[in-house]
């Protein structure tokens, strides 16, 4: 199988989290999340486990819910924006989104929760926590890149799960599911995103020894 390089690269260096550019007035098809689920668990997982679940989250009300934890749990972090007066642009851009986000989350029209089946009792030796997350962050990305490629933005977002307690209890998840992410998932307002400002990987790479 030959692979269109250019489309490829392109998919890979343009999906971005998708903040301000998320369509909070056109409803997405049930269809389109389910497609971009089934490449989703096309992804690796350790042991073979298959341990990720889905929640996806329509309900207006529930979405609302959501969206008041994630202002709780974001609200002291992103209060720290104004720190961020000597950032870069970019950073200063990454940040108002993210107030932005803060603010509308409940407009989104989908809410998708990664989980993971068998919550492991803490404390978790860091060997079974990276291969745990490691089990589910790759189907996560899978899902990005096949909701970039139908005109979907998502952002991977964590504050939430400050307040995963109220949040399972919301969402009605048993004790031995794990929630791992939230990502807001919407048409994008354009699909002219760019590559990101990275340090030249010269710069942050070792051979052999650091």
């Not at 992804?43 to 979405?63: C, F, H, I, M």
Request: glycine share 6%; hydrophobic share 45%; charged share 20%.
């Amino acid at each position: 199988m030959t692979f269109d390089l250019s489309v490829t690269d392109k998919l890979l260096s343009t999906t971005r989290a998708v903040r301000k550019r998320l369509d909070l007035t056109r409803e997405v098809p049930r269809e389109l999340i389910n497609e971009c689920l089934e490449l989703a668990v096309q992804a690796p997982t350790g042991s073979n486990s298959q341990t990720w679940r889905w929640l996806v989250v329509e309900d207006a009300k529930q979405r609302a819910a959501l969206a008041d934890l994630y202002r709780k749990g974001a609200a002291g972090y992103l209060s720290d924006a104004g720190a961020q007066a000597g950032a870069d642009d970019q950073t200063k851009r990454v940040f108002s989104s993210a107030v932005y986000l803060m603010e509308h989350l409940h407009e989104v029209p989908v809410h998708l929760i990664p989980c993971v089946q068998g919550k492991p009792a803490d404390p978790i030796p860091l060997a079974m926590a990276s291969g745990m997350y490691g089990s589910i962050y790759p189907a996560i990305w899978s899902f990005q890149l096949a909701a970039r490629a139908r005109g979907l933005g998502t952002a991977l977002t964590t504050l939430h799960l400050i307040h995963q307690a109220e949040a399972a209890e919301i969402l009605g998840l048993p004790d031995d599911v794990l929630q791992v992410a939230l990502l807001p998932v919407a048409y994008t307002l354009g699909t002219d995103f760019k590559r990101a400002k990275r340090p030249p990987v010269a710069e942050i790479t070792h051979w052999n020894k650091w």
